[in-house]
């Protein structure tokens, strides 16, 4: 099969202007290999310099203009009708879009599709959670005889960079609630993932004002510190590793003016109790450890399962992990594909060597297998804190199992551990799960019962403890990070009381506004 799209990007956004590139160009490929065993030829994106860097916090600054820019003036109306506008003309591209994500990161068409759509639902449902917000500061507040005209306000440029496995949605999900906000961006397109934003350059021009939204190609390594380093940033929204992010924060002049918004890595653990529904925990393990090949932030990592049961768990998941096949993402009911990355491979067979290594055995029949694009989900035990695949994050279709007698040895381990996202707990009994869910909860930000871990529904707080996470995403709470509470104060006198009943009427003001939004 041939892309159906493929995208030669020259341009990049700058200030308003799709300015040609002429320099050099990345080559983009598909890990998916053509009839003759080639990786298949998708397009090419400039490799931008620090140059380029630096201009786009320049022009990112002239739009925000201390405050003063079109864009944070602009009342919470018009900046709605904007990205209303740019979501409709994001619709015409769902197939473009999606195809090329399927074909760069090898997502499965369900999924990649999902993914444009989920997108979507996303950014209409951030302009009603937009609206509800100005509706609730439509109004003033009395203390003390002050009255207090309360609002979120935008707080200025906004570095934004996204990961390659959800290379559209958690990227817009920073993205357009800080646009939303009144703030102004730069945004990087991830690693990999990185052509479908050829088709919504044009979208991000028209729709909004000049300077408001920067696109930059190129390695992060080229683009990022130079940018850092003008201490004009003002949040770094970064979805991705903790050291990249630790790597640029350590490259800004000016720490306290930045703002983090960070979605790091994570080391899941799945615990399964003595009591479990067996086939439920398994099904939810192999979901939750497999899907995208384990190539999520919220994937499970470790499985700790009851020594009691852990012959009968392991023996039925390793059956069902062994009746998977990696498939081509556009065959019907794919579910494992071949890795987007060219070093995961390596990177995974390094991990499973470590821990053969170090005593640990691969447990399924089709585990270890590796080609140069895949690597079949391999099963090891028993595992432990020596081993590399214990620490990192695989990131990828390695399962590492851990048995127990005590939950206190789970509950040890992931208070040592870097990571604090979520947690799936496997169990019937309340007895013993009531105490356990009182520690998880104080561990991670999100037990989940008898399932396993994930982002959605969107409503949701999405946050983490240490490297996991810095802030927290949500429909809701994107629109608090991107923004902060800022008011009008007047004394209740006459003066006071007749100029803000003046400007309340005339709209001389955009801040200061009862207009409620429909
Ligand atoms: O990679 C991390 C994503 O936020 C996971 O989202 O649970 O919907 O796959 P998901």
Known sequence: MKPTYTAEVNHYLLGGKLVKWEGKHTKVYSSLKDKEGNPVYLGSVPELDSDVATKAVEVADKAYNRGRGVWPTMSVKQRIACVQKFVEEMEKYREEISQLIMWEICKTK????KEFDRTVEYIKDTIQACKDFDRRGARFQKESEIFAHIRRGPIGIVFCLGPYNYPLNETFCLLIPAIIMGNVTIFKPAKFGVLFVNYLMKAFQECFPAGVVNILFGRGRMIGPPIMQTGKVDILALIGHSKSAVALQDQHTNKNRLRLVLGLEAKNPAIILKDADLELAVNECVKGSLSYNGQRCTAIKVIYVHESIRERFMKAFCK?????????????GAFLTPLPDPTKPAFLSDLIDDAIEKGAKVMNEKGGEIGDNYVFPTVLYPVN???????????????????FDDID??????????????????????????????????????????????????????????????????????????????????????????????????????????????
């Open 385 to 403: 804190k020596g081993m590399k695949v214990f620490q990192e994050e695989q990131f990828g279709p390695v399962i590492p199992v851990i048995s």
């Open 110 to 113: 369900a999924d990649s599709y």
């Open 409 to 518: 040895v789970p509950l040890a381990d992931m208070a040592d551990s870097d990571y604090g996202q979520q947690v799936a707990i496997f169990g019937e009994n309340t007895d013993e799960l009531g105490p356990a869910i009182d520690s998880l909860v104080n561990l991670v930000c999100r037990v989940n019962l008898n399932s396993s871990c994930q982002r959605g529904p969107d409503i949701f707080p999405f946050t983490g403890r240490k490297n996991s996470a810095v802030s927290t995403l949500s429909i809701y709470d994107a629109l608090r990070t991107f923004s902060i509470r800022t008011f009008v104060a007047s004394r209740n006198n006459e003066l006071d009381n007749e100029l803000i009943s003046e400007l309340t009427q005339t709209q001389k003001s955009k801040f200061i506004s009862t207009e409620y939004l429909l």
């Open 320 to 332: 069902k992990v062994d009746a998977l096949n990696i498939q081509a993402p556009w065959e019907d």
